[in-house]
């Protein structure tokens, strides 16, 4: 079955600190990867994507993810986080349909 | 930048009423989406659609949901006899290719439906 994992429901770091937002992905054909940003009250907000080619991909706002195909996964990285990035974060998949499939997202708490 | 306006960003609606969300995709989109969110739980696809017609459906795309492009910017879904489970953030996509290809999906702001 098709689906993404994101196993943490929640983060909280401090302002200044790294992150890493997980993603797994179960997908039967090249996946598609995508990470978008929710902000309380405002839509999906495209962060970076992966299609092929070099597996570190670089996006907006300073994240980077990468994707490993063994570990069927695509982390999202940021090395210094700042209070403005407090959020709600969704990994989602696609590739071989129209339809994405979105994780179940992770709220980013960040503290002064 | 351009982007995916929808519109009301929030409705309100007795059940059993007939709704209808709009959204204006971006200009140079061919490919044109709709997905929601139920407090709570994932964004979920609803439907696809490209050439006037729809190209893709899930299993809760039923025969209560329509989707039309009635003029040459917006695009519409119309929900008939609204339940309570159809209250949902309602969100709008479009690409400039399908879902197949290298294109992603930019999404609007959303509209949120409430049932009462």
């Known amino acids: 079955a098709q689906s993404v994992t994101q196993p943490d429901i ?3 770091v401090s302002e200044g600190a790294s992150l890493e937002l997980r993603c797994n992905y179960s997908y039967g054909a090249t996946p598609y990867l995508f990470w978008y940003v929710q902000s309380p009250g405002q839509g999906l907000q495209l962060l970076l994507k992966y299609f092929s080619g070099d597996t570190l991909v670089q996006g907006i706002k300073g994240f980077e993810a990468e994707f490993k195909r063994s570990q069927s996964s695509f982390n999202l990285r940021k090395p210094s986080v700042h209070w403005s990035d407090a959020a709600e974060y969704f990994c ?21 | 930048e351009p982007e995916v306006t929808q519109t009301p960003s929030h409705q309100v609606t007795q059940m059993g009423q007939e ?13 044109f989406y709709w997905y929601r969110q139920i407090l709570g739980q994932k964004v979920e696809f609803l439907v696809s659609f490209y050439n006037n017609e729809i190209s893709e459906k899930s299993e809760i795309f039923d025969d209560q949901f329509s989707v039309e492009r009635p003029d040459g910017s917006n695009f519409t879904l119309k929900i008939r ?12 996509a479009s690409s400039n290719q399908g879902s197949r290809s290298n294109q992603p999906q930019h999404f609007g702001d959303g ?5 009462l």
């Open chain 2, 81 to 92: 006899s609204t339940k309570l489970e159809d209250s949902a953030m309602y969100f709008c």
């Open chain 2, 111 to 115: 509209t949120r439906l409430s049932i």
């Open chain 1, 10 to 12: 929640h983060i909280t």
């Open chain 1, 92 to 112: 989602a998949v696609g590739g071989d349909t129209d339809k994405l499939i979105f994780g179940t997202g992770t709220r980013l708490q960040v503290f002064p």
């Open chain 2, 19 to 31: 709704v209808i969300l709009r959204c204006v995709p971006i200009s140079n989109h061919l490919y």
